[in-house]
């Protein structure tokens, strides 16, 4: 008879690990605490022993804390000029704002659903990318959709060809740690004097499997993605506040 071999599968380990860890880190604080008679070496010596394992995701939440309550409301520095009926000049979103294409070309259809989207706060019109995938690549094209009366007849255009006054520029910006999180930044600019009204950001947290709880407490790729941060953004807050509302 073979003999009987029981296998326990890592996710069931998972969790009594982890609970075990956490209840050693208590206990060793603990004891730091009744030799020093102190909170504070308590709390110190709880963080540092659960830093061993989890300093990455502590880190990556106050980040998100950050971002969230520091930098979310303060990136707007002005606002911009619109007319007597609430709408800006004019807008190039160009390789930030990506129409997916499903022919060669935008449809009058597709045109007609952009247009109903933007003429409500855009007097004259947007400038877009469009972007079509075939053969195993992706192919942009700026595309500029006249709006309100302009769509109709843009001769009443001084220059059908003038830049759009105010445009959205996309960079990335260096991280401080990149192992813990990765920024774009995008400026709204007056393209006219050169300011930058507002800027906004997407922050995003990369995942590794090459930490010590990988190897000791069965953190596998699954359970880095389980407990991973979603990005973070105020682009559209920002966007709203200063084209829409």
Request: hydrophobic content about 40%.
């Amino acid at each position: 008879m073979p003999p009987f071999e029981l296998v326990v599968p890592e996710s069931f380990l998972f969790i009594p690990a982890n609970l075990s860890y956490i209840s050693f880190c208590f206990f060793i604080s603990f004891l730091f605490f009744r030799l020093f008679k102190s909170s504070i070496v308590f709390f110190l010596a709880l963080l540092g022993f659960l830093s061993l394992m989890y300093s990455d995701l502590i880190f990556k939440y106050a980040i998100k804390n950050y971002y969230e309550i520091v930098k979310k409301s303060r990136t707007i520095y002005s606002y911009p000029i619109k007319n007597e009926d609430g709408k800006i000049d004019s807008l190039s979103t160009s390789r930030v704002y990506n129409y997916p294409l499903t022919k060669s070309s935008l449809s009058q259809n597709e045109k007609d659903e952009i247009t109903k989207l933007h003429e409500l706060y855009i007097d004259k019109f947007i400038d877009i990318t469009t972007v079509r995938y075939r053969y195993n690549k992706y192919f942009y094209n700026d595309k500029r959709i006249f709006l309100n009366v302009y769509k109709y007849d843009n001769s009443f255009l001084e220059d059908a060809n003038q830049k759009a006054k105010y445009t959205i520029r996309k960079e990335y910006k260096e991280s401080l740690y990149p192992s813990l999180y990765s920024e774009y930044e995008y400026k709204f600019i007056d393209t006219w004097t050169n300011d930058i009204l507002a800027t906004a950001y997407i922050v995003s947290f990369p995942i590794s499997t090459n930490k010590l709880r990988n190897r000791f407490l069965y953190w596998t790729k699954e359970k880095e993605l389980e407990f991973s941060l979603n990005s973070i953004q105020n682009f559209d807050t920002v966007y709203k506040k200063l084209f829409i509302d």
